[in-house]
């Protein structure tokens, strides 16, 4: 069976979604195998980073495989190899060796991920790629949602070995979704420079542009504060809020929301010509909505400021996605992403690490203002750029 058209699209976008949800199951599976056995924050903490610094580190190294190969052909070999990383992690209790191999699912990560995005433009057209993004970034938010409800469910059901066994089915799945899209993602023909050389490329490419240099550095900034939103939120629910377990699952939830909906409703509408404005206004909400929440904490202001929060992360994502699409030739187009992933990526998780620190001081509450207004200092630095370059180009 072979799939084309609207339906191809979905099968990408479903199997980022299975992706996502994967990473999730693994990620959550494995906190409650080391909590378990007894092992430290320090270790837990370790099993997050091992995740995430392949990202950062290995992606923009392993970049230029990402256009070199047909994209189909790479995200099925890739699952196919996490599916069997997935057994090893299944079957070990060696924490040493459960870290690496996570490493290894966080580098399969890194290719994956810029490799489907190729594929898009190959199966909406050039005139539809916002629309197909956002269709991405929709399924990409609900298996980040359903994910961790999975493993839960499983862990229980199966323990955290049975988990990630049916984590390991799931990267199978993934890899025959991709295989029956006929649409192809060839890679551009030409010389090939050294792969040394190459990488560069996909660093050069994004620096020498003024709006994606401005566009990715506002935004890594930026998520370098609201990163911390990630473990303020559970406090600032908790102790400032007052509200139960199930009130800090409803926040959560605002926030899957928000982005679904923003990806479904509103991102596929922007012309590439209004995205830098979109990316200036979503980061003024992002800082808007968690200043507002933390100066009134009340349930009801927290579930509509959250709301915003969830659609400003999508816009900003997608406004990012599509500007790289536009401005950068297809050749080096997933070196490019790579390369804007890993800088995402990092500024995530030092604002992550920096996130239990500034709770502990500060509490809740006022991380959360904190990182409300440096996200509102940091866009409106970068805005005057944005704003130039859309009037020069539209």
Do not use: K
């Amino acid at each position: 069976m072979s799939i084309r058209g609207g339906s191809a699209l979905t099968a990408v976008a479903v199997a980022y979604a299975i992706s996502s949800m994967g990473d999730q199951v693994a990620l959550v599976a494995l906190t409650l195998r080391f909590y378990e056995q007894g092992a430290s924050a320090v270790l837990i903490s370790a099993l997050v980073v091992a995740g995430v610094l392949p990202i950062v580190v290995i992606g923009p190294l392993a970049a230029p495989m990402i256009d070199r190969v047909e994209s189909r052909r790479l995200v099925t070999a890739v699952a196919l190899v996490q599916a069997a990383v997935v057994v090893v992690v299944a079957l070990t209790d060696h924490v040493g060796v459960t870290l690496l191999l996570v490493a290894a699912l966080g580098a399969g990560l890194a290719v994956v991920s810029p490799a489907l995005l190729l594929l898009v433009p190959a199966v909406v057209g050039e005139e539809r790629v916002a629309h197909g993004y956002g269709r991405l970034e929709a399924f990409r938010s609900v298996g980040n949602v359903l994910g961790p409800a999975l493993a839960g469910i499983l862990v229980v059901a199966f323990g955290s070995r049975g988990a990630l066994l049916v984590d390991a089915v799931s990267f199978v799945l993934m890899a025959m979704v991709v295989t029956v899209v006929v649409v192809r993602r060839e890679p551009v023909s030409g010389a090939r420079p050294r792969w040394s050389q190459q990488v560069r490329e996909g660093v050069t490419v994004l620096g020498r542009n003024r709006l994606l240099a401005a566009a990715i550095s506002t935004l890594a900034a930026a998520v370098l504060f609201t990163a911390t939103m990630s473990t303020a939120r559970v406090f600032f629910a908790r102790e400032d809020v007052g509200t139960t377990d199930v009130g800090y699952g409803l926040l959560l939830t605002a926030h899957a929301v928000g982005m679904v909906a923003a990806s479904v409703l509103l991102a596929p509408r922007v012309p590439v010509a209004a995205q830098p404005r979109v990316l200036a206004g979503a980061g003024l909400l992002m800082g808007v909505a968690l200043t507002v929440v933390a100066v009134l904490p009340v349930l009801a202001v927290a579930l509509v400021g959250f709301v915003c929060t969830g659609v400003a992360n999508a816009l900003q994502n997608l406004a990012v996605r599509n500007l790289i699409h536009a401005e950068v030739p297809a050749e080096v187009r997933g070196r490019a992403f790579a390369c804007a992933s890993a800088l995402l990526n990092g500024a995530n998780l030092s604002g992550t690490a920096l996130g239990g620190p500034a709770v502990v001081v500060l509490g809740g509450a006022t991380s959360l203002l904190l990182a409300g207004l440096g996200a509102i200092a940091v866009t409106l630095a970068a805005t005057p750029v944005l704003l130039r370059r859309r009037h020069a180009t539209s």
